[in-house]
């Protein structure tokens, strides 16, 4: 419906895989291949190949994520990367709230609010990923769980600060699975999805964000996906991989 008014993502999720030289090997690969992209184009790599893939995508359409953030500035954080390393770096996308986050590593809702905030004070671009476990959608449930890990997500973000949001709708039960959403539900839930921005801050607002979605994406379910008026990209794990997969999705979002 007003898909023109917002721009298609596609972004790669390349999880734990791909050392220095394989990511730099893989970006190499894939910028011929988008180089005339009608979308946005992000590759989110593992921290230790951030550096790698920034100086290999320079001077192409590609931009560059991290896979997580802390919400902290700096401190006793064992383990954790702060937002404000990786804009030094100059990286420009953060992925929050993946569900494997949230499965393995106890983000909770709380936690995802927190990093969001850390995220925009430093001027990245937050994918903030929601979705339901397979168990809610028989239960259901699928809307009031999306519906509140949006909001609770996006608590204290301002309106303006909503042009730095690209929320990623990843059923939890789709992801990695090859059971990939219908077009259908992936819309209908996308839908949902800007009816709640539209709720928290306007209409305009909602149609200008744009919504992915995520969960056993490839080549070819990529278009029929895409084709639903509110899913405006998509965020990619197995098939960002392999290039030629990945070229495919981007070239069916610039369609
Ligand atoms: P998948 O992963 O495409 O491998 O299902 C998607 C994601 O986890 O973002």
């Given at each position: 419906?007003?898909k ?23 970006v ?12 946005d ?18 001077g ?5 994520g ?14 954790e ?34 990093r ?8 990245l ?16 449930i ?9 909001r ?36 209908e ?6 009816s709640?921005l ?10 200008a964000?744009p ?10 379910n ?22 030629a997969?990945?070229?495919?999705i ?6």
């Amino acid at each position: 419906m007003n898909k023109n008014l917002r721009k298609a993502v596609i972004a790669g999720n390349w999880k734990m895989n791909k050392n220095r030289a394989e990511a730099k090997a893989l970006v190499g690969e894939l910028a011929p291949l988008i180089k005339d992209a009608g979308c946005d184009v992000v590759i989110c790599t593992p921290f230790t190949d951030l550096d790698v893939a920034l100086e290999a995508t320079k001077g192409t359409n590609m931009g560059v994520g991290a896979q997580n953030c802390h919400w902290a500035k700096s401190g006793a954080f064992t383990g954790e990367i702060s937002a404000d390393m990786l804009t030094e770096l100059g990286v420009q996308y953060v992925i929050i709230g993946h569900s494997e986050r949230r499965q393995y590593f106890g983000e909770t809702d709380l936690t995802v609010n927190q990093r969001v905030r850390a995220a925009l004070d430093a001027g990245l671009t937050v994918i903030l990923c929601v979705g339901e476990l397979l168990e809610q959608r028989e239960q259901g449930i699928t809307r009031e769980i999306c519906g509140m890990q949006t909001r609770v997500a996006l608590g204290g973000v301002s309106q303006d600060e909503m042009k730095k949001i690209i929320v990623a709708y990843e059923p939890v039960w789709a992801i990695g699975t090859g059971k990939t959403a219908t077009a259908e539900q992936a819309g209908e839930v996308c839908g949902f999805i800007r009816s709640v921005l539209a709720d928290l801050y306007d209409q305009a607002t909602a149609d200008a964000t744009p919504i992915q979605y995520g969960g056993s994406m490839n080549a070819a379910n990529a278009a029929e996906l895409l084709s639903q008026p509110d899913v405006d990209g998509g965020l990619i794990g197995g098939a960002s991989l392999k290039p030629a997969d990945f070229a495919a999705i981007v070239a069916a979002a610039g369609k």
